[in-house]
Structure formats: C-alpha cells, structure tokens
C-alpha cells in the first residue's frame, strides 16, 4: 500500500515524504475502539509492528477500506467492519458501542468533567 500527495503524484509515482509502500501481507485493520478523539478512525497493524490510524468521512467509507485492506492482506480471519458500530440514522452516523454511550449519559457532571480532565491534558489541573 503507498502513500500519495495528491492524485497527480500518484500517476507519476511520487510517494509522499519518499515513504516507500508498506505490505499488507497478513497485515490486522480494525475499527479502532480504543481511539476517542475523532471519529470513524480505524487501525492497521502490520506484521513488523508498525500501527497506521486512519480517518474516513463517515461508517461506510471507513467499512469499505477495512473490506479492502482485510481482502488485500489475505487475512485468514475474516473481520466484520461494522460489527463495532452502531446503525446510523439517516442524518447522522454513530460510532459509539451502546454501552460506552450509556455509561456517559448515567455519570454525574462532576464525575465528566473530571474524566474530561483525565482525557486531554497531560497534567493535572491545580486547585
């Protein structure tokens, strides 16, 4: 898999940052749960222990590259790209497992914003 700038690059073969291509051969992508910053980001692990995150626009963009990559990498298990999401209403799309978003919604504002805390700063905050 290669890296381009552009589509322009890409047809006279101008990798980006002269990466060169990483192999996908037996290579793990997967919806990154664990990742909460953004969202429809997936990850793919290569077998040389190098991790990529990526962003797609919306479910079905991120479910369509995990289906391309898995059937690149000749994967022998077989990875059901959506079995992590949550079904989208038509207007807007939901990432969050339903137990993740009801543990939030049951927590008392104190308890979140400490938790908020926790998430986006590297040092505590003084009192």
Same mark, same amino acid.
């Given at each position: 898999?290669? #890296?381009?700038?552009?589509?322009?690059? *890409?047809?006279?073969? =101008?990798?980006?940052?002269?990466? =060169?291509?990483?192999? &996908?051969?037996?290579? &793990?992508? %997967?919806?990154? &749960?664990?990742?909460? @910053? @953004?969202?429809?980001? #997936? /990850? &793919?692990?290569?077998?040389?222990? +190098? %991790?990529?995150? #990526?962003? !797609? /626009?919306?479910?079905?963009?991120? +479910?369509?590259? =995990?289906?391309? =990559?898995?059937?690149? !990498?000749?994967?022998?298990?077989?990875?059901?790209?959506?079995?992590?999401?949550?079904? *989208?209403?038509?207007?807007? !799309?939901?990432?969050?497992?339903?137990?993740?978003? *009801?543990?939030?919604?049951?927590?008392?504002?104190? /308890?979140? %914003?400490?938790?908020? %805390? /926790?998430?986006?700063?590297? #040092?505590?905050?003084? @009192?």
């Amino acid at each position: 898999m290669g #890296f381009y700038k552009d589509q322009k690059s *890409a047809a006279q073969g =101008i990798p980006y940052h002269s990466e =060169i291509p990483v192999s &996908l051969k037996e290579a &793990l992508c %997967e919806v990154a &749960l664990d990742y909460k @910053k @953004k969202k429809h980001v #997936f /990850k &793919l692990k290569l077998t040389d222990g +190098n %991790e990529y995150l #990526f962003q !797609a /626009k919306d479910d079905e963009e991120m +479910n369509s590259w =995990i289906s391309a =990559i898995v059937a690149a !990498a000749g994967s022998r298990v077989e990875v059901t790209p959506s079995s992590h999401s949550t079904p *989208a209403p038509a207007a807007r !799309a939901q990432t969050l497992p339903a137990t993740v978003a *009801a543990s939030t919604a049951e927590s008392s504002p104190g /308890k979140r %914003e400490k938790d908020k %805390e /926790k998430r986006f700063s590297l #040092f505590s905050k003084k @009192k």
